[in-house]
Nanobody, 122 residues
């Protein structure tokens, strides 16, 4: 299984960006796909996850109402649409394939993408 995250960049506060995660070897219709982020000096934290081909999604509190996780029809690419971005959203964003356990814990994911940097300027 390989995951490829892309779409990061530099954006001004209040702006929008969409991250993509392409998966080979596994679809998220059966396993789920999550997004995590890690800011400098901080732990990697859960952002959002999608299950069942898109029928079920969960978000961290700070992402609710601003971020939307979705997937393509083939269930091999997951997206994270991020709106109303804030400087505190600055981090490296990772996508990961869910295996089992609590969806908000990184230990529940067994394959990870390489990460894509998002920088939000104030």
């Amino acid at each position: 299984v390989q995951l490829q995250a892309s779409g990061g960049g530099l954006v001004q506060a209040g702006g929008s960006l969409r991250l993509s995660c392409s998966a080979s070897g596994r679809t998220f219709s059966g396993y789920g796909m999550g997004w995590f982020r890690q800011a400098p000096g901080k732990e990697r934290e859960f952002v959002a996850v999608i299950f069942g081909g898109g029928s079920t999604t969960y978000y961290t509190e700070s992402a609710k109402g601003r971020f939307t996780i979705s997937g393509d029809n083939a269930k091999t690419t997951a997206y994270l649409q991020m709106n109303s971005l804030k400087p505190e959203d600055t981090a490296v964003y990772y996508c990961a394939s869910y295996r089992s356990g609590r969806y908000y814990e990184k230990e529940s994911y067994d394959y990870w993408g390489q990460g894509t940097q998002l920088t939000v300027s104030s």
